[in-house]
């Protein structure tokens, strides 16, 4: 079977940098790119940890681009105090990664989302792991990509379990909203894995101790993943370990099998007044249309978790 091409949209925090060795291991997919976005940290420390991590993983071939800076809705970008003790103030719990030896390239991230879907069509996956607005600007500066790509799974959203900012808003829709509901109305072929499903894969540091037994790759990933660990303990988020967010949309857009979904045409709320900005969840405008997205709403944890410490320990093996 011939490989898809894959572009990650990264706001790169730590589940961020699980998702690229994701797509860095699995033979299914030829990750053509990274368009950065603000989000777990700013636009600058974001694209600079997709390049040190794709240097770490001996993929300095892959392009970074950088992305829009804030959101549609605002002039600037402020990192919230949550992100900062989630991810650390470097947005890769504060380990030092080795320096990568080049910058990221001059054309936007928005033109280069434009460019691959021409190029590629059908054959392009985009994953998005953060806010919602690069791939927006892109479809609003091209209408014609909506129905042009092949496959947009987004990690985002809640839709049959409480938020994680507010009661009914996941912390990636509530970056922009407004975006976020631009997307899910005009976007061909979309699948949304939420916090419905991103909850139930739990990764413990039994499994980076494992990791840890590979060599400095490892190592790094190991002390990364464990910050987060510790964060979703000291925080009372899960005492059980944390949450493979960002891989598993990364996981359902290679192999959709892992996940039960439920069709549903969706909106996002964005009337700021009525307590639930940010919500997502289904349009009652179109209940009777033909469906174009998804929504995750249970995953097979133990074949994601299994073929997802395979897929890692392989790309983290020095």
């Known amino acids: 079977m011939a490989q898809r091409k894959m572009i990650l949209d990264l706001d790169t925090g730590i589940d961020d940098a699980l998702a690229l060795a994701y797509a860095v291991a699995d033979p299914r997919v030829d990750l053509i790119g990274i368009v950065s976005s603000y989000g777990n940290n700013t636009l600058e420390v974001t694209t600079q940890n997709a390049l040190d991590l794709l240097h770490l993983l001996g993929q300095d071939d892959v392009p970074v ?22 991810h650390g103030d470097n947005g890769v719990g504060d380990v030092t990664l080795p320096h990568a030896p080049r910058v990221a390239e001059t054309t936007s991230g928005v033109d280069f989302i434009i460019e691959a879907a021409h190029q590629y069509a059908e054959d392009l996956i985009i994953v998005p792991t953060g806010p919602l607005t690069n791939l927006a600007a892109a479809i609003e500066k091209d209408p014609a990509i909506a129905k042009l790509i092949g496959d947009v799974t987004l990690m985002g959203g809640a839709l049959t379990v409480r938020g994680n900012v507010t009661s009914v808003t996941e912390a990636n829709i509530h970056q922009d ?15 949304m894995v939420g916090l419905d499903v991103t909850l ?11 990791w840890r037994e590979l060599g400095q790759k490892g190592e790094i990933y190991a002390d990364i993943f464990d910050f987060y660990i510790d964060a979703y303990d000291r925080l009372g988020i899960d005492h059980r370990g944390a949450a493979l967010h960002d891989p598993l949309a990364v996981g359902i857009a290679i192999e959709p099998t892992y996940a039960t979904f439920l069709d549903l045409n ?33 995953v097979d944890v133990a074949r994601y978790t299994r073929d997802f410490m395979d897929l890692t320990k392989a790309v983290l093996t020095d």
């Open 200 to 210: 139930r894969t739990l990764l413990s540091k039994k499994e980076t101790k494992q």
């Open 65 to 86: 681009f950088k992305g829009l800076p804030h959101s549609s809705t605002t002039d600037h970008f402020d990192v919230m105090q949550v992100s900062k003790d989630i």
């Open 266 to 298: 969706m909106e996002v709320t964005v009337d700021q007044a009525s307590g639930d900005y940010g919500r997502t969840i289904g349009d009652n405008t179109k209940l009777l249309d033909g469906t174009s997205s998804r929504a995750a709403i249970n």
């Open 177 to 191: 909203a407004e975006a976020a509901d631009f997307v899910f109305k005009n976007q061909a072929n979309l699948t």
